[in-house]
């Protein structure tokens, strides 16, 4: 594969990368009503002023359309076919397989923190 392929794969797989993590960051943020405080207690951080974490509530329909954008994106750019190919060799760039299995773990992960907020009245 010729550099200019590599370096294209090289430069998707980083946005993709950034994306992804952008996406779930912002879906712990629309989440902090119940997974931010107990992700945080199992780390170690307790304390009363956990409880002003409410004061984010109105951010968190922002945070979702963050966090789902920021995921299509992620997911346009990991799925999307190649553009870049080397006609010499007949190799065209595309993301690895890797990549592509990060960013479904992610979106699960993410699906998990945005629905829990609906399935949490079922537990108490």
């Not at 060799?89 to 992960?109: E, H, K, N, Q, Y």
């Amino acid at each position: 594969m010729s550099t200019l392929a590599r370096q294209s794969v090289d430069g998707t797989e980083r946005k993709a990368g950034r994306l992804i993590a952008l996406g779930v960051l912002a879906a712990l943020l629309a989440s902090t009503c119940c997974v931010l405080p107990l992700a945080l207690v199992l780390i170690g951080v307790t304390g009363a002023w956990m409880v002003n974490l409410q004061a984010l509530k109105p951010v968190t329909p922002y945070a979702i359309a963050l966090t789902v954008g920021a995921l299509a994106w992620a997911g346009w750019l990991v799925f999307r076919p190649a553009r870049v190919c080397d006609l010499e060799s007949g190799d065209c760039a595309t993301t690895r397989p890797l990549m592509r299995r990060v960013f479904i773990a992610c979106a699960l992960f993410v699906a998990l923190l945005l629905g829990f907020p609906l399935i949490a009245p079922l537990f108490y």
